[in-house]
């Protein structure tokens, strides 16, 4: 009896141990699955403004041909005037338009060039002029390129680099890693929007500012 009692007593600490190893080694694989998904939010190459060590990161996935992002981008940057110092905006692209592929490798070419933002700014403000039921025309944005800076020899020379288009397929590559499907998509310290808006982008922002005062 006390053979069976001892038997009986093994196999359920057995049974416990082995229980035990699961839970933890499926809690470790959702660890470095969200460590995977957190690497692909920065990569080198993407254009940032704000401080390094600032306490709140933004990574946006944008389309230059989206008109929701173009809507999105004054008060993003309004977000950020309002808290100096405090925030930084990292912009990853996400050409899901038709021919916006074309328009993300005019603008990664001029962020060679150091004119990321400048060129950004300008394709928002002319978006209507070249960009039209869904579909991108870079030959129509062009002229609104001038009186930036560019040098626009260097510019189209260096937009079928293949180093460029790498980063472009990486950028999309990280959207699908991330279950980006549409554009604005935002991450706030790497976590994404409970639900989409922009009040709702301000208040992710407003809690993560308020876990480092």
Same mark, same amino acid.
């Given at each position: 009896?006390?053979?069976?009692?001892?038997?009986?007593?093994? =196999?359920? %600490?057995?049974?416990?141990? #082995?229980?035990? *190893?699961?839970?933890?080694?499926?809690?470790?694989?959702? @660890?470095?699955?969200?460590?995977?998904?957190?690497?692909?939010?920065?990569?080198?190459?993407?254009?940032?403004?704000?401080?390094?060590?600032?306490?709140?990161?933004?990574?946006?996935?944008?389309?230059?041909?989206?008109?929701?992002?173009?809507?999105?981008?004054?008060?993003?940057?309004?977000?950020?005037?309002?808290?100096?110092?405090?925030?930084?905006?990292?912009?990853?692209?996400?050409?899901?338009?038709?021919?916006?592929?074309?328009?993300?490798?005019? =603008?990664? %070419?001029?962020?060679?060039? #150091?004119?990321? *933002?400048?060129?950004?700014?300008?394709?928002?403000?002319? @978006?209507?002029?070249?960009?039209?039921?869904?579909?991108?025309?870079?030959?129509?944005?062009?002229?609104?390129?001038?009186?930036?800076?560019?040098?626009?020899?260097?510019?189209?020379?260096?937009?079928?680099?293949?180093?460029?288009?790498?980063?472009?397929?990486?950028?999309?590559?990280?959207?699908?890693?991330?279950?980006?499907?549409?554009?604005?998509?935002?991450?706030?310290?790497?976590?994404?929007?409970?639900?989409?808006?922009?009040?709702?982008?301000?208040?992710?922002?407003?809690?993560?500012?308020?876990?480092?005062?």
């Amino acid at each position: 009896m006390q053979r069976r009692t001892a038997y009986i007593l093994a =196999l359920v %600490a057995i049974i416990a141990l #082995g229980t035990g *190893w699961y839970f933890f080694n499926q809690g470790t694989q959702g @660890q470095e699955s969200t460590a995977i998904d957190r690497s692909a939010l920065v990569r080198m190459h993407s254009p940032s403004e704000g401080r390094v060590d600032a306490p709140v990161v933004i990574v946006e996935f944008f389309d230059p041909a989206c008109g929701t992002c173009r809507e999105f981008y004054p008060w993003v940057k309004q977000l950020i005037a309002e808290n100096p110092g405090r925030i930084r905006l990292v912009m990853r692209y996400a050409p899901f338009h038709k021919g916006s592929d074309k328009v993300v490798a005019v =603008l990664e %070419a001029a962020r060679r060039q #150091g004119k990321f *933002w400048q060129t950004l700014e300008a394709l928002f403000d002319s @978006q209507d002029e070249w960009a039209s039921n869904h579909t991108a025309k870079v030959d129509l944005t062009w002229k609104h390129l001038n009186g930036i800076g560019l040098n626009l020899e260097q510019l189209a020379f260096d937009m079928t680099a293949p180093d460029l288009q790498q980063a472009i397929a990486q950028d999309l590559q990280d959207a699908n890693t991330l279950g980006v499907s549409q554009t604005p998509e935002y991450f706030v310290n790497g976590k994404p929007l409970p639900s989409f808006g922009f009040q709702q982008l301000r208040e992710l922002v407003a809690d993560e500012l308020a876990k480092t005062r």
